[in-house]
Nanobody, 124 residues
């Protein structure tokens, strides 16, 4: 079992930055690919970024490419997403998710473990 807890959300002005963290419990964190997803009000949950078990491979949604950076610290069982140049359209609840394999995908159905989310609000 993997339990995930997100933190770092908040209110920020457009153009600002936030860093989200996701703390994971479980013995096998180092072997799990991790992902970040988000859900805006009235919209479906969408893919943001994913990172492989060893941190070598990353993949981003086009909407965040060049602005967001996903990373992980396996010694601390934590995955991060650094969000820069934030836009009002980035406003959403951000979720951390874990796969049972080492390689990430953009398909939320490939992730059996989910956190409860953290709210990010970007004001214009």
């Amino acid at each position: 079992q993997v339990q995930l807890v997100e933190s770092g959300g908040g209110l920020v002005q457009a153009g600002g930055s936030l860093r989200l963290s996701c703390a994971a419990s479980g013995r096998f964190f180092n072997y799990h690919a991790m992902g970040w997803f988000r859900q805006a009000p009235g919209k479906e949950r969408e893919f943001v970024a994913t990172i492989s078990w060893n941190g070598v491979n990353t993949y981003y949604a086009d909407s965040v490419k060049g602005r967001f950076t996903i990373s992980r610290d396996n010694a601390k069982n934590t995955v991060f997403v650094q969000m820069n140049s934030l836009k009002p359209e980035d406003t959403a609840v951000y979720f951390c998710a874990a796969r049972t394999t080492g390689w990430g995908t953009s398909n939320q159905h490939d992730y059996p473990y989910w956190g409860r989310g953290t709210q990010v609000t970007v004001s214009s």
